[in-house]
C-alpha cells in the first residue's frame, strides 16, 4: 500500500512524491496514453455498475504518470490491450472507489483539470550535446504537446519529445541563461522567462509560470 510501485515510469516521472503526485496516479492503457502524449493529464474516475464491489458516490482524481502495457500472448483479462480503455492505479487509490478483491472494476471518467501547486517544474539533465528537460507539475489539462527553449543568446529552439515528458535538443546552451514555452494539447501556452540563470548545472529543477 505504499504506492512505491508507481515511481518512475514511462511519462520520465522520478519520484512522485517528490514531484507533488504523490500516489494519486494512473497507468493508462495503450488506447488512453497515445505514445505518451497523454502524460501529466488529469482523470476524474468513479466507480459504477457493480453495486457488489463499488462504493456508491465516491470519485477520486489522478494523473496519468505511467503506461500499462498490452500483452498480446493473452486471450483474457487483456485489459490494457488496444482497444481497452483502463486506468491501472495503485492500490490506496483503487480501494477509494473499491473493495481491493474487486481486482477490475467498471469505471465512468472524464478529462478535468488539474489542480498544481506552483509553476511548471523543469528537471535540467543530459550533457553538453544532448540536453533533456523533464517538464512536470503542469496545471490547465496537464499534457504537453510542444515544448521550446530559448537561451539568452538564441531564438527560440524546438524541443523533441524523447519519451513521455522529456524533451531533448542537441543545441549549445551550457553557460546561457534558459527561457520555455510549454504548450498543452488545448493549445494554450505559457511562456517562463529567464527561468535558469546562465550559471545553471545539470541534475538542477527549476520553476516557471503555469496555467
Keep these: 500500500m505504499s504506492g512505491s510501485e508507481t515511481m518512475q515510469g514511462a511519462c520520465g516521472y522520478g519520484d512522485l512524491f517528490q514531484e507533488g503526485y504523490g500516489l494519486a496516479t494512473t497507468a493508462l492503457s495503450t488506447a488512453l496514453f ?83 501547486t506552483g509553476g511548471i517544474k523543469f528537471e535540467i539533465n543530459g550533457n553538453p550535446n544532448w540536453i533533456v528537460v523533464l517538464v512536470y507539475n503542469v496545471g490547465g489539462v496537464g ?20 519519451w513521455g515528458q522529456k524533451w531533448v535538443t542537441n543545441s549549445q546552451l551550457v553557460g546561457q541563461g534558459l527561457s520555455f514555452q510549454v504548450t498543452t494539447s488545448y493549445g494554450k501556452m505559457v511562456e517562463s522567462d529567464n527561468v535558469a540563470p546562465a550559471n545553471w548545472q545539470f541534475n538542477q529543477t527549476f520553476e516557471g509560470k503555469n496555467f
Design 34 to 116: 497515445n505514445d505518451g502524449k497523454t502524460c501529466g493529464a488529469c482523470y476524474e474516475i468513479k466507480c459504477v455498475n457493480d453495486k457488489q464491489w463499488c462504493y456508491d458516490g465516491v470519485t477520486i482524481q489522478v494523473t496519468a504518470t505511467n503506461f500499462c502495457p498490452p500483452n498480446y500472448t493473452k486471450t483474457q483479462d487483456i485489459w490494457c490491450n488496444p482497444p481497452q480503455k483502463h486506468f491501472d492505479l495503485s492500490m490506496p487509490m483503487f480501494v477509494k472507489l473499491a473493495q481491493a478483491k474487486a481486482g477490475i472494476i467498471p469505471v465512468a471518467y472524464r478529462r478535468i483539470t488539474c489542480q498544481r
Design 143 to 162: 499534457d504537453v504537446v510542444d515544448v521550446k527553449v530559448k537561451g539568452s543568446s538564441t531564438g527560440w529552439i524546438r524541443m523533441s519529445r524523447n
